[in-house]
């Protein structure tokens, strides 16, 4: 069997304009703009790699050290046309800004083309209101989907979850998980009641009911949106005021809340298929 | 009334010995061989100073911008003999490497002298294997508090909870939870056993049963540690063997396991005061 001529093109100036994708991936400010702008993307690592393919999403270019090349060949031969840019790891630092850890980079197109609509018919979903952290919108995601919830909302102010740290701390999560952005902050919870979804806001308000009676009298079967604010703030009143049941975590030593990551984990394990037991008649555990 | 006389000293020379205590803070590895050669750490920001005052540990220094020399006068003049370091911002600044952008530092000594044998008469504990991510042992720390667990054990090789960034993530946690090290990694589960606790490896073996099976056999008086390894590999193979049961939190979407923080609070929730029914005879959820 003989592979497909693969478009390899090796990169001597990290002034060259084929690789500008790639600069200065540390530059935050930066690289909100030049990704919003070209619609793009960037996935790091082999695995991190392998998971945005799977996911759909097209890629532009790939970034390798050499040694990539092999391990990835069957993932590249798929995109005969995209051309693989072949650097040194010291060329990789000069471009990137530092010291790609894992010798490999790819440049995506983003878009998948959801929409909130396209998740309304799901059964069990997490929504982030103004979470702008990178790190918590990818631990949200990866807990939701490891509990089996099947999709994310995010306001319009939310943490992008293609950004390279929301990515890396979801563990791939962000290209298995389906995700969309609300259509407007101020409707979006109604959307979701008009769609048959029963919203549940997280929040500490003095109306709050536990965590663990709404589990206990939520039907398997039900439709459900769970409701995330920030770290600082919370929810906003408008989400709490919509929201059909504020619930909280119960708190106890002092400790006022979790953190929403924390927060985010135990909602999906309680409300979600996890939380529920295997085998309801099953023995007991030895020493229980 | 009058106030006693505080103990102030105008800082002018970042070299000046006596703030060296506060010196490159962001150098991890200057900091850990300092902090461990002095029993001290340091505390950052009035709210964390506050808590780590209350929680017992004696300070050593303070090391102030002015203006919170009022905020914290209260708690400072319980302390007349401890100086206070007034510095500017830029002085704070030039000492420790970083806008410190809270303006209140102090330096403690650490040791409350807990051993683990003070831990075992608890009911409900969480154990730190190999954690050696200083956020992680934070966040741990937070969400077993915020559940309402009584104590935590660490390894020898797990990180410093008195770690500044421990302390951060912790929101204070550190300070109002018990800790300790354990005696010995290789008698640590046989020792909590004999204590009568039922310990439990979370962990994702072939014969792992699942989180709310076990959850639901659990009666709410029995004794219960939950053991977390690191974020790589997991547990060690002779904690997994030496448990007395191995528990796993079910998993979809391809996801292989959980961040070790959010494992931990949704184990915390599940086995604990906190995921139990307030009023189990309560009205049903509208809508639920």
Tied chains: 1, 2.
């Excluded at 059964?123 to 952290?133: A, K, N, P, T, W």
Aim: aromatic share 6%.
């Amino acid at each position: 069997m003989s592979s497909p001529a693969l478009n390899l093109v090796t990169i001597t100036d990290p002034d060259d304009e084929r690789v500008a994708d790639y600069v200065r991936l540390r530059d935050v400010s930066l690289r909100r703009s030049l990704e919003a702008e070209h619609g793009l993307f960037i996935a790091e690592g082999e695995k991190v790699i392998r998971r945005a393919l799977e996911g759909g999403y097209p890629p532009r270019s790939f970034l390798l050290a050499p040694r990539w090349i092999e391990s990835l060949a069957d993932a590249l031969a798929e995109h005969p046309d995209v051309p693989i840019y072949v650097v040194s790891e010291a060329m990789a630092e000069e471009i990137t800004g530092f010291h790609v850890h894992r010798g490999a980079l790819a440049s995506l197109h983003r878009g998948t083309g959801r929409v909130m609509a396209d998740l309304l018919g799901l059964q069990r979903l997490v929504v982030c209101e103004d979470i702008v952290d990178h790190t918590n919108v990818g631990a949200i995601l990866r807990s939701a989907a490891g509990m089996g919830w099947d999709g994310c909302l995010l306001a319009p102010r939310a943490a992008d979850p293609l950004y390279r740290r929301s990515i890396k701390v979801s563990m791939g999560a962000v290209f298995s998980l389906p995700w969309a952005r609300v259509d407007s902050w101020a409707d979006a919870v109604p959307t979701l009641q008009e769609a048959g979804f029963l919203t549940l806001a997280m929040a500490l308000s003095d109306d709050s009911r536990p965590l663990p009676d709404v589990a206990q009298e939520l039907s398997p079967d039900r439709k459900v949106a769970i409701l995330l604010g920030t770290e600082g703030d919370g929810l906003s009143r408008r989400w709490i005021e919509q929201a059909d049941i504020v619930v909280r975590i119960p708190m106890g030593h002092g400790i006022d809340s979790l953190n929403v990551a924390a927060a985010s984990a135990v909602a999906c394990y309680a409300l979600g298929p996890a939380g529920r037991m295997a085998d309801p008649s099953g023995p007991a555990a030895a020493g229980a």
